[in-house]
């Protein structure tokens, strides 16, 4: 089996206006894309939807429902101008619990001959609007973060629009490390968020311990995103409200 398990720590420090430091304790599911509809076989309560208690659902990620997830990953890949992936992609997300599911991010890997990242796409969903933006990574770029990308898609109602996100990723054989700096239009550091994960080899006996350790992986992310947001708006964090228009695509594809 080549799916993986991960459990950590995502860490979330702002910087400004108020300065903020919070830490959340997280599981995520590492499934190979190839490994669909047969990574759970022989677990009751796990698999792809109703009526499973966790599930990893196609319908939570991009693309045509209709069509398998590793095609449309590809073909995303391609549009942002990456080559298509020859090996392995490994999906990182966090499960359905009873029939809730909430991604704030998913990632895709790439995975060369060797099993190291080649291209890395970034999910990004957004809460409550239900909308979805995928960013090119790459990460092997010669410096530690890769080069800024612009922001294109709400998010956070505490967080403007006029913002870049600088990626580094940490792949190691026992741990998997993701930072995220959101930057102002100046280059200056407004929040930044780290993602420390330790792997675990995929067995029945490890996926029984997961689901005791992470039960409501979904729930906890959505209590603790409005639980933050709460205490933002007490300390008089400015608020962004959905903006009416959206990037072109053309300007878009530009800067990813």
Known sequence: MLSELFEGEIVHVR?????????HRIGMIGLDLDE??????????????????????????????????????????RSLGGSAPAGRIMLLTMPAAFGFAMNPVSFYFALDDSGTPSAVLAEVNNTPWGEQQCYLLDPRSPSAMTPAIGKAMHVSPFLPMELSYGWRLNWESDRLGIVL????????????????????????????????????????????????????????????????????????????
């Open 15 to 23: 910087s400004t206006p108020v300065r903020r430091r919070f830490v």
């Open 181 to 256: 700096n959101c930057l102002s239009a100046d280059d200056h550091p407004v929040l930044a968020v780290s993602l420390d994960l330790k792997r675990i080899p995929w067995s029945a006996a490890a996926l029984r311990r997961w689901t005791r350790r992470h039960p409501l992986p979904g729930w906890s992310a959505w209590a603790g995103i409005y639980f933050q947001a709460l205490a933002l708006k007490r300390r008089g964090v400015p608020f962004h409200p959905h903006p009416r228009s959206r990037m072109p695509v053309a300007a878009l594809r530009k800067e990813t």
């Open 36 to 77: 669909w509809g047969t990574a759970f076989r022989g677990h009751a309560c796990w698999g792809h939807g109703f009526p499973r208690i966790w599930s990893i659902r196609r319908r939570d990620h991009l693309g045509d429902r209709s069509r398998p997830l590793r095609a449309s990953v590809e073909e995303r890949i």
